[in-house]
Every structure is written in C-alpha cells, then in structure tokens.
C-alpha cells in the first residue's frame, strides 16, 4: 500500500454536496486532501496504523461551512469582556439594557467608556408595546451619569449614547450630521443619544480605537466559536480605511494585518476571504478611487488561507432605519436613498456608477451593501454597465443582503453570472418587525431565496455576525420553513426552497463566491478536506430541530480543530 490515510469516516450519511448532492457513507482524507468518497470498501484499505478511524454512528458529514459574510473581528469584539452583551433574549427590555450598563460602571475606573452590543427595538418590551418609544440618553443617564456610554444596535446601523458620551463628542442641538447619517432629536430639538448610518462616525471618532491586543484576542475568540459551528471558511466583508471608524476600528486596515500575523503563527483555523473597504458611507467616487489606489496590491502568500477578493461598497442603509432606497413609500412616508456622495438622486446614482466601474475595471470582485428595492435595481445595472464597457469573463460581483431584490435585478444579475449574499438569520430575526416599516406584503418578500434561485442567481448565505449569530443551523431552518424568531410565524412562504438548496448556499455557492468552488465547498476526491459532522441525520430531521443538532467535529485541511465526539 503507497499511503495511508489521516481520517477515515465510516457509517455516517456523507453529504457530499456534488453536483448531484449525492449521499455516501463513509469518506477517507489523506494530507489534508479528500481521497477517497463512496462506502466501506472504498476507504478500508487506505486505513493504516496511524490512521484515525471515526465511527459515525448515523451521523452528518457535510462539507466544512463558509459563512460568507461575517465580521471576524467586530464579532469577536461584541462579546465579553471587550463588550456588554445586550443581545434578545438575555436583554429584553431598554431597563435590561440599563441594569447591564450599571454592572458594568462598577466593574471599571471613573471616566473609561463603555461599550456595548446588540440591543434591537423589536426585541425590548417598551418598544414593542409602543413603537414611539425609543431608546433614549435619559434611560442610561440614571445609571451611568459619569462614564460614556456607547451601545450598538445588532445591525450595526444605530448607536445609542448617553449624555456624557454626546458632551464628550461635542454632539448638540445644532450640530449637523454627516452626509448620509441621522441625529435622532426630541421635540425640543435635542439629541436623544440615536445616531443613524453616518452620523455614528461621530461616536467612532471620539473612541479609543482597537489595540492590536484587543483585534488579536477578538478575532481568536471569533475563531473558537467558528470551530465550534463547524464553520471552515468566511468572508471578512470589508476591512480597509472605511472601516477605521467603525466599532473603534474592528473593521480597520490594522484588522487586517492582525488577521496575517495570525496566520503566520499557525492560529488561523478558519479559511479567509476578505473585501476591502477603501470608504466608508457617504463618500465620493473620486474619493473612493483614490482610496482604493492607495491600497495597492494583496500578494498574500498562501491564498487558500487568506486571500483578498475584492471591494466593499455601501449603497444604502437598511429597512428597520427607512434609509434602504425604495421604489415605493415607507408606512409612513420617505423613500430612502442611496448613501454615497451627491445632493440629488440623480447625482447619487452616476456616483455609486462610477465607483463600481472603477473598482471594475480595476480588476476586483465587488460585493456591494444594498437592501432597498430601487437601490438593488441601481446597482444590478451599474455591475452589468461596467462589464459592458470592460468585459470581464470571470468577475463573480454580488449584491450584499438584497432584501428587496426586485425580478429585475434577477434578471441582470443572472444573465452575467454575478450573485447575491442572503442572510436567513436576519430574517428569522427581523420578520416580526418589517410590517411596520414596509407593510405586509414587502416584508414577508424579504430575502427572496425561492425567487433568486429560479431565477439562476448564485445565492450564497452568511450571518452577518455580530448582526446575527453566525449559527448556520438556524439558517438553514429559517431558508426551509420562512418562521420568524420573535412569534414563529410563517413569513413569505413562497420563498422557501429545500434542504438541499440551502445546504449549497453554505458550501458550494458560498465557495463560488470565494472563486474557490473548484477545490473546497463539496465533499469530492481531490478537494480539501474541510469538514463539519452534526449529530444524528440532518436530511430526515424535523427542520425545527436543526438549530439544535450539535456540530461534534470541525475539520479544517485535515487538521481537526473542533472535536466532542467519541470514535
């Protein structure tokens, strides 16, 4: 026998995740590399004596998860003790919010800001109970009159201040906000401590950034929970200069030289793919070019680890803030607009059109932030008027979320092979609460998977961690059922699609993204050994009980990096 395998998988119900989504049951990795697919007679004789042998018992082998749309760094920052964690259900209420505010002023010296993340108005019972309420500077004054107070919603598109935060950064009744950002006031004028889109640049500037200790242990603390979902591969969807300002750099140019130092220490253990972000909201074509110049060339030295595919381009906001660019009103007025650079429609549509065709014509892959029905059609049109000025054979652009993402914008992007990045824990999230912004109709449309596939656009699916948690069960569930998190109501049941179909926006699709389909993303002889095994058998489960089905070993280049399960 010439050599041996590493791995042996036998018994378990191989998802391969081919063209055919065919199912074996046992699988061989040998050097990091999937040797062997097929049943007991297959891989039996590569098993040696070093050879680990796992006895599946009826268990899933999948393809190793790629949740590609995820900030690493942003997400390992939310959580303990970089930040108070005031995520539904642990936080359900703006009083929740401030009795976790008031642990924390007790636990660090007088003055030292604190931050906090993941509070959402549709999950605090005040707000709920009436949606006129909001969070305001008064709920966190009672408790922490003396240390600032820097709260981020869970969509990262609002921030909630207290008073000495606003005195601190100099925000007041007559101060402007930015281009593209909202300061949310009273009927007196004043601020309530909300600032909306870009005007919590104003939050950022003022805050200590990221030492390169907190982006190192953040993003090792990300990494630990991605082991741990059997997640292999994501996409870091904009880190660059845009980024300084946001979550006190996470999404930072120094981000990503922390992300190269790790690995070149032999700690990454998950594949990644990374954006760039040359500007943040509100900014110029000329401004974003001459950005993206500076940034020059990746020439990363193992590009199945860490690879730089492209640029990240805000478009518009998001629905729940009524700052995504519509076609048709908000409930209650308003369309929206594009947020790049331009005093009219018009001139914000040739701006957005000039940034993607230089980052076109540059030669990156563009993944661009749209959520808005009317900005989805903008953007489909720019990816398809840039490669007709500069034809491309391969350039795999996609839209970011599309909500709203019109029968139009299909079209387009299908007939040149571009693509869209859902995100169904989103919509598990936020299902309960569009009405109020959008009505019944658009919100239960929201995230139109079944439409986009048939359609023939590549879908692929991410978290949007720390938007979400970057739990690809839950995903998976929400693409197959379309029930809400809040009250499990069925929301747009037309958009369902299969088991199948939303396994291949995790794996295969999600690899289509990362131009790497061709050698991860399905379980095929040849292919790197990038694995997740769930307990008990994910193609006969009761769909509500995925979210719970634990990930008992994580694989990633034949290295095992996630194991609790017994051979």
């Not at 007679?41 to 050879?51: I, N, Y």
């Not at 929970?225 to 750099?249: K, N």
């Not at 990746?298 to 590009?303: K, M, Q």
């Not at 509500?544 to 990633?556: F, N, Q, R, S």
Request: hydrophobic share 40%.
């Amino acid at each position: 026998m010439g050599t041996y395998a590493d791995l042996v998988f036998l018994g378990g119900r191989v998802v391969t995740v081919d063209a055919e989504f065919s199912v074996a049951s046992a699988l061989a990795v040998t050097g990091g590399i999937i040797s062997a697919v097929g049943g007991r007679d297959d891989v039996t004789p590569l098993v040696g004596p070093d050879t680990r042998v796992v006895d599946l018992r009826g268990a899933t082998l999948l393809p190793g998860i790629n949740d590609s749309h995820l900030h690493g760094c942003a997400f390992g920052m939310s959580t303990p003790p970089l930040s108070v964690p005031l995520a539904h259900p642990a936080v359900a209420s703006i009083a929740d919010a401030a009795e976790a505010v008031r642990e924390a002023v007790g636990q660090v010296p007088d003055g030292q800001w604190i931050t906090g993340h993941g509070w959402d108005t549709g999950y605090l019972d005040e707000c709920v109970a009436d949606p006129s309420r909001l969070p305001s500077r008064h709920d966190l004054d009672a408790v922490s009159p003396d240390h600032p107070v820097v709260l981020y919603s869970f969509s990262g598109h609002a921030t909630w201040v207290n008073s000495k935060a606003l005195e601190l950064i100099g925000i007041g009744r007559d101060t402007v906000a930015p281009p593209g950002g909202a300061i949310v006031v009273d009927e007196a004028g004043e601020p309530t401590g909300l600032l909306h889109e870009g005007a919590q640049a104003l939050v950022q500037n003022a805050l200590p950034p990221l030492s390169r200790q907190e982006r190192t242990d953040a993003i090792r603390a990300n990494l630990a929970t991605l082991a741990g979902l059997g997640v292999t591969s994501y996409t870091e969807p904009g880190l660059g200069p845009g980024g300084d300002g946001i979550m006190r750099g996470a999404l930072g140019a120094e981000t990503l030289d922390v992300y190269r130092r790790l690995l070149a220490d032999g700690e990454l253990t998950a594949r990644l793919g990374v954006l760039l972000l040359p500007t943040g909201m509100a900014s110029t074509a000329e401004e974003f070019a001459r950005t993206l110049a500076d940034l020059g060339e990746s020439g990363d030295a193992d590009p199945r680890r860490l690879a730089i595919h492209g640029v990240k381009i805000f478009a518009d906001g998001i629905v729940p803030n009524k700052t995504s660019w519509m076609h048709e009103p908000y409930v209650g007025g308003g369309c929206g607009s594009l947020c790049v650079g331009g005093e009219t429609d018009a001139e914000r549509v040739a701006e957005i059109g000039d940034m993607i065709r230089h980052a076109h014509t540059a030669g990156y892959q563009l993944g661009v932030h749209v959520t808005g029905d009317r900005a989805c059609d903008t953007v489909a049109d720019a990816f398809a008027a840039a490669m007709a000025e500069h034809p491309r054979s391969d350039a795999r652009h996609y839209v970011i979320h599309g909500d709203l993402l019109t029968a139009h914008s299909m079209k387009v992007l299908a007939a040149h092979g571009f693509g869209v990045n859902m995100n169904p824990t989103i919509k598990w999230t936020v299902a309960d609460m569009e009405e109020e912004f959008v009505g019944v109709e658009r919100a239960a449309y929201a995230w139109p998977y079944r439409d986009a596939i048939d359609a023939g656009v590549r879908v692929a699916s991410g978290s949007d961690a720390p938007v979400t948690y970057p739990d690809w069960r839950q995903g998976v569930a929400t693409m197959v059922l379309r029930e809400s998190k809040a009250a499990g109501r069925v929301s747009g049941p037309e958009q369902r699609i299969g088991l199948a179909e939303a396994i291949r926006t995790y794996t295969i699709d999600a690899a289509w993204q990362d131009f790497a389909d061709d050698w991860k993303g399905s379980l095929e002889p040849g292919k790197v050994a990038d694995l997740c095994v769930l307990d008990g058998d994910l193609l006969t489960a009761d769909p509500h009980d995925i979210p719970e089905m634990p990930v008992v070993l994580t694989v990633m280049d034949g290295q095992v990096v996630h194991d609790t399960l017994r051979d």
